[in-house]
């Protein structure tokens, strides 16, 4: 177990970046690698019935890994899959639910495509409808008021994000939560920015979707689906193939039990013991002062950025936890963010996958700093300098 210094001066990459890209992915921890490198080493055979030595020791340290995950999270491990990302998680809801004519999803502007394209394009081949809620510009938050008219009968998802990765801004999850539950909804809770920074309650949505390699520290190629254990009996697994078919009778197939069903095809085995490395991190630094550590330094940046002429933060009034949106006057997001990587410090600038977000504010894009608990002060003060620097030269030119 390692203290909190020892855990800081574990990734190797913040030696060379001041990277405040997390929201993108995480930069990945020593043990992290080497959990990765051992898996591949020791046992990097294949998950599932292998009924030799090293299949079963794969089988048995992917689902402690499923445990790993599960309890830190606070769920049954029968509710937990493991998927390839965020993305394919999402897309796994979206195929066991039967959705068609007359059915309604209810999502927000504020979604990362990926919760909004797979809806939208489904939705043009199964029949149901899908209602975009707007949100207010100065804080980010999803419209509660039009939300509620959006959700009626018809309605079987609200799919909505936790903390909208283009603008920082906390959504009302538990208020959308009830909202939904009274109308007979589920909700799709996005927790692809929270998870792993926040210390949230997730077991009380019906699906919850996150990657592995944000926040949680595990590697690319790593995601995970939760779906609560009252609904796991009202989902009929479609994203099939090895491992979630447990049989084919005639021209009928029989579904694995879950987890197993929405684990389709080979799993990323070495991925999935990383992340559940990356868990361990957070365990042992605790998810308490993961929060408060992210929220502090975030807010400095807010801070500092709110001090500089010429800069301006995307919905100032937002509550937020690990993200800083804004642009700079005259300048084009790129260009920025080109800048600040010759000072080796990394930001993103774009629409960050959310062009909605950015069509709704009338904006071509922006310049995005996002926070993980492992940055330090000491490396927001040099994001804040340089900041300074191209404000100033953007004035006097
Ligand atoms: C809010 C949000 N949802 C979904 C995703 C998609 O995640 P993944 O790339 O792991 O599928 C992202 C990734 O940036 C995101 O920020």
Same mark, same amino acid.
């Given at each position: 177990m390692g203290s909190l210094e020892e855990i800081l001066a574990g990734f190797p990459l913040k030696e060379r970046w001041v990277y405040l890209? *997390? #929201?993108a992915t995480s930069l990945k921890h020593e043990r992290v690698i080497r959990a990765v490198e051992r898996a591949l080493r020791e046992f990097g055979v294949n998950v599932g019935?292998?009924?030799?030595p090293p299949g079963e020791e794969a089988t048995r340290a992917f689902e402690r890994a499923r445990e790993t995950v599960a309890s830190f999270l606070g769920v049954?491990?029968?509710c937990l899959a493991f998927t390839f990302n965020a993305t394919a998680s999402i897309h796994a809801v979206l195929c066991s639910l039967d959705l068609g004519k007359g059915d309604k999803v209810v999502t927000t502007a504020l979604e990362h495509h990926s919760n909004l394209s797979p809806w939208l394009r489904f939705s043009e081949v199964l029949g149901f409808d899908v209602e975009i809620v707007g949100f207010d510009p100065e804080t980010g938050t999803v419209d509660l008021s039009e939300l509620e008219s959006a959700v009626d009968d018809r309605t079987r998802v609200v799919a909505i994000t936790h903390?909208? *990765? #283009?603008?920082g801004s906390l959504q009302p999850v538990e208020e959308v939560l009830r909202l939904a539950e009274e109308a007979g909804a589920y909700v799709l809770l996005d927790a692809a920015q929270s998870m792993g920074a926040l210390d949230h309650?997730?077991?009380?949505?019906h699906f919850v979707v996150a990657p592995g390699h944000k926040a949680l520290l595990g590697p690319h190629g790593t995601g995970l689906l939760y779906v609560r254990e009252d609904v796991l009996e009202e989902l009929e697994p479609r994203l099939l193939g090895g491992g979630s078919t447990k049989r084919v009778e005639g021209s009928s197939v029989v579904p694995s039990e879950p987890p197993h069903a929405f684990e389709s095809g080979t799993p990323n085995l070495p991925g999935v013991i990383g992340l559940a490395e990356g868990v361990r991190i957070l365990e042992e630094v605790g998810l308490r002062r993961v929060e408060r550590r992210v929220r502090r330094l975030t807010d400095r940046v807010l801070e500092g950025l709110l001090d500089l002429d010429g800069v301006e933060v995307l919905c100032p009034e937002a509550r937020r936890a690990t993200i800083v949106s804004f642009v700079v006057d005259g300048r084009d997001p790129d260009e920025v963010s080109r800048e600040l990587g010759e000072r080796g410090i990394c930001v993103r600038s774009g629409t960050h996958c959310a062009t909605l977000v950015f069509e709704r504010l009338g904006l071509r894009g922006c310049v995005r700093a996002s926070l993980a608990f492992y940055n330090e002060g000491e490396e927001v003060k040099e994001f804040l300098r340089a900041m300074e620097g191209i404000t100033r030269r953007g004035a006097s030119s």
């Open positions: 890209d *997390n #929201a019935r292998s009924a030799h049954d491990p029968r903390e909208s *990765n #283009a603008l309650d997730f077991s009380r949505y």
